[in-house]
Nanobody, 113 residues
Framework: QVQLVESGGGLVQPGGSLTLSCTVS????????MGWYRQAPGKQREVVGF???????TYADSVKGRFTISRDNAKNTVYLQMNSLKPEDTAVYYC???????WGQGTQVTISS
Protein backbone atom coordinates (compact mmCIF):
# COMPACT_ATOMS: atom_id res chain seq x y z
CA GLN A 1 0.00 0.00 0.00
CA VAL A 2 1.36 3.39 -1.02
CA GLN A 3 1.57 5.94 1.79
CA LEU A 4 2.57 9.59 1.73
CA VAL A 5 3.43 11.32 4.99
CA GLU A 6 4.00 15.08 5.08
CA SER A 7 5.85 16.96 7.77
CA GLY A 8 7.32 20.38 8.41
CA GLY A 9 4.28 22.62 8.59
CA GLY A 10 3.90 25.37 11.14
CA LEU A 11 3.51 29.06 11.86
CA VAL A 12 5.89 31.45 10.13
CA GLN A 13 6.06 35.22 9.91
CA PRO A 14 5.62 36.92 6.55
CA GLY A 15 8.86 36.90 4.63
CA GLY A 16 10.01 33.77 6.36
CA SER A 17 10.87 30.33 5.07
CA LEU A 18 9.68 26.81 5.65
CA THR A 19 10.49 23.41 4.19
CA LEU A 20 7.92 20.65 3.89
CA SER A 21 8.85 17.02 3.45
CA CYS A 22 6.85 14.13 2.06
CA THR A 23 8.14 10.62 2.62
CA VAL A 24 6.72 7.92 0.40
CA SER A 25 6.49 4.21 1.11
CA UNK A 26 5.17 1.23 -0.76
CA UNK A 27 6.29 2.28 -4.22
CA UNK A 28 9.29 2.53 -6.51
CA UNK A 29 9.63 6.19 -5.62
CA UNK A 30 12.36 6.96 -8.13
CA UNK A 31 9.96 6.50 -11.04
CA UNK A 32 7.11 8.49 -9.52
CA UNK A 33 5.96 11.91 -10.58
CA MET A 34 5.21 13.81 -7.40
CA GLY A 35 3.38 17.03 -6.71
CA TRP A 36 2.39 19.51 -4.06
CA TYR A 37 -1.05 21.05 -3.74
CA ARG A 38 -2.56 23.41 -1.22
CA GLN A 39 -6.00 24.33 -0.01
CA ALA A 40 -6.75 27.59 1.75
CA PRO A 41 -9.84 28.02 3.94
CA GLY A 42 -12.93 28.40 1.79
CA LYS A 43 -11.04 27.80 -1.44
CA GLN A 44 -10.53 24.93 -3.83
CA ARG A 45 -7.40 22.85 -3.73
CA GLU A 46 -4.82 24.24 -6.14
CA VAL A 47 -1.59 22.98 -7.57
CA VAL A 48 1.69 24.31 -6.22
CA GLY A 49 3.97 22.34 -8.51
CA PHE A 50 5.27 19.00 -9.69
CA UNK A 51 8.53 17.17 -10.06
CA UNK A 52 9.16 14.40 -12.56
CA UNK A 53 11.03 11.19 -11.93
CA UNK A 54 13.99 12.86 -13.60
CA UNK A 55 13.90 15.73 -11.16
CA UNK A 56 12.45 18.44 -13.40
CA UNK A 57 10.12 20.76 -11.49
CA THR A 58 7.28 22.98 -12.67
CA TYR A 59 5.51 25.60 -10.61
CA ALA A 60 2.30 27.52 -10.41
CA ASP A 61 2.71 31.18 -11.29
CA SER A 62 1.74 32.19 -7.77
CA VAL A 63 4.80 30.52 -6.25
CA LYS A 64 7.33 30.68 -9.07
CA GLY A 65 10.59 32.17 -7.89
CA ARG A 66 9.72 31.65 -4.22
CA PHE A 67 9.14 27.90 -3.90
CA THR A 68 11.44 25.04 -4.88
CA ILE A 69 10.47 21.40 -5.26
CA SER A 70 13.20 18.79 -5.03
CA ARG A 71 13.51 15.10 -4.36
CA ASP A 72 15.91 12.65 -2.76
CA ASN A 73 15.32 9.23 -4.24
CA ALA A 74 17.64 7.59 -1.71
CA LYS A 75 15.32 8.79 1.04
CA ASN A 76 12.04 8.34 -0.87
CA THR A 77 11.30 11.96 -0.06
CA VAL A 78 10.10 15.00 -1.94
CA TYR A 79 10.59 18.49 -0.52
CA LEU A 80 8.89 21.84 -0.86
CA GLN A 81 11.19 24.71 0.08
CA MET A 82 9.15 27.87 0.57
CA ASN A 83 10.77 31.30 0.78
CA SER A 84 9.44 34.84 0.99
CA LEU A 85 6.22 33.51 2.43
CA LYS A 86 3.09 35.64 2.29
CA PRO A 87 -0.14 35.51 4.30
CA GLU A 88 -1.89 34.25 1.17
CA ASP A 89 0.32 31.16 1.26
CA THR A 90 -1.59 30.05 4.35
CA ALA A 91 -3.15 26.68 3.55
CA VAL A 92 -3.08 22.99 4.17
CA TYR A 93 -0.35 21.59 1.92
CA TYR A 94 -0.75 18.14 0.41
CA CYS A 95 1.74 15.82 -1.16
CA UNK A 96 0.49 13.91 -4.22
CA UNK A 97 1.67 10.96 -6.24
CA UNK A 98 0.58 10.97 -9.85
CA UNK A 99 0.55 7.21 -10.27
CA UNK A 100 -2.61 6.06 -8.61
CA UNK A 101 -3.65 9.60 -7.59
CA UNK A 102 -2.47 9.10 -4.01
CA TRP A 103 -2.63 11.90 -1.44
CA GLY A 104 -0.95 12.56 1.85
CA GLN A 105 -2.85 13.68 4.92
CA GLY A 106 -1.81 17.31 4.61
CA THR A 107 0.16 19.66 6.82
CA GLN A 108 -0.93 23.12 7.95
CA VAL A 109 1.14 26.14 6.99
CA THR A 110 0.16 29.47 8.53
CA ILE A 111 1.80 32.75 7.61
CA SER A 112 1.06 35.41 10.17
CA SER A 113 2.76 38.06 12.25
Amino acid sequence: QVQLVESGGGLVQPGGSLTLSCTVSGTMFRIDTMGWYRQAPGKQREVVGFITSGGSPTYADSVKGRFTISRDNAKNTVYLQMNSLKPEDTAVYYCWRAQGNVWGQGTQVTISS
